[in-house]
Structures are given as structure tokens and as C-alpha cells.
Nanobody, 124 residues
Framework: QVQLVESGGGLVQAWGSLRLSCAAT????????MGWFRQAPGKERDFVSG????????YYANSVKGRFTVSRDNAKNTVYLQMNSLKAEDTAVYYC?????????????????WGQGTQVTVSS
């Protein structure tokens, strides 16, 4: 069983930065690929980024490539999403997800565990 708790969301001006964290419980965190998804009001939930269980593989949606960076610290059971050059269209609730597989996936249903989400609001 894995529980995920996101933090680090908030209000930021356009072109600013935020770092989201996702703390996981459980002793087998290193055996889970991790993902970040987001959902804006009135829109579908979209894949943002994913990282393999070793951290050696990282993946990004085209909309965030070059601006966001995903990383993990298996010793701290934590995954991070560094978000730079934020735009108004990045405003959404961001969710952390875990998948009992070496590699992340872009589909929400492919994950076994999900956090409650953290709100990111970018003012233009």
C-alpha cells in the first residue's frame, strides 16, 4: 500500500517557478514509477511528466517540455516536479501518481495510487 501526499502548490505570477513535492509512504517506493498529472477546470486530466523507478528515465508532455523537470529521491521516498517559466495555462490541480512498474505511463488508469492533488494557480 502506498499513500501519496503532494505539497508545494500555490499562487505564482507568470514566468515564475514552483517546485511540487510528493511524499510517499511505504518501504518499496523505489519499485514504483511515478507520474504527475494535472486537471484544469472544465478540462480533462492530462499527463504532465513521469519518471522511472530508478530515476534514469524521464518523460514529459510536449506542453511542458523544456520548462518542467521531474526528479526523485528514493532515500526520501519523494518525487519532485520543478516548474519554471510558468504560464497561465499551467493553472490546474496537480496530482502525483504511483505505478508498480519500472516505467511510467501516460494514462491515468495505468497507475495504482493517486494523491489528493495540489492547486497551482498562475496569474498573468
Amino acid at each position: 500500500q502506498v499513500q501519496l501526499v503532494e505539497s508545494g502548490g500555490g499562487l505564482v505570477q507568470a514566468w515564475g517557478s514552483l517546485r511540487l513535492s510528493c511524499a510517499a509512504t511505504g518501504r518499496t517506493f523505489s519499485r514504483y514509477a511515478m507520474g504527475w498529472f494535472r486537471q484544469a477546470p472544465g478540462k480533462e486530466r492530462d499527463f504532465v511528466s513521469g519518471i522511472s523507478w530508478s530515476g534514469g528515465g524521464t518523460y514529459y508532455a510536449n506542453s511542458v517540455k523544456g520548462r518542467f523537470t521531474v526528479s526523485r529521491d528514493n532515500a526520501k521516498n519523494t518525487v519532485y516536479l520543478q516548474m519554471n517559466s510558468l504560464k497561465a495555462e499551467d493553472t490546474a490541480v496537480y496530482y502525483c501518481t504511483a505505478r508498480s512498474n519500472p516505467m511510467p505511463a501516460t494514462e491515468w488508469a495505468s497507475y495504482n495510487y493517486w494523491g489528493q492533488g495540489t492547486q497551482v494557480t498562475v496569474s498573468s
